[in-house]
């Protein structure tokens, strides 16, 4: 049995006012293919600011895009093997 890993980075920042929380996913495959997602998430300016929620929200939509666009990417990837040439 073969055994791959893929990486993913995920980088993670703030606006100056702690409203915005800005989370940047990258998956890096062996063969070179890169895919990159961005995702947000914005505290309602009534509530306290606490990092660590906005971090969590933003990286998490952030992945689940990323996720879509491999999932969209293989299917592509199946249906141009499934044409005649």
Do not use: C
């Amino acid at each position: 049995m073969e055994y791959k890993q893929w990486n993913v980075q995920i980088w993670i920042s703030e606006d100056d006012r702690d409203a915005v929380t800005t989370a940047t996913a990258v998956l890096f495959t062996p063969d070179g293919k890169r895919h990159e997602s961005v995702a947000h998430a914005r505290r309602n300016p009534d509530d306290r600011p606490v990092p660590g929620i906005g971090d969590e929200l933003a990286a998490g939509r952030a992945l689940s895009e990323l996720s879509a666009k491999l999932i969209e990417d293989g299917a592509e990837d199946v249906a141009q093997m499934a044409s005649p040439a």
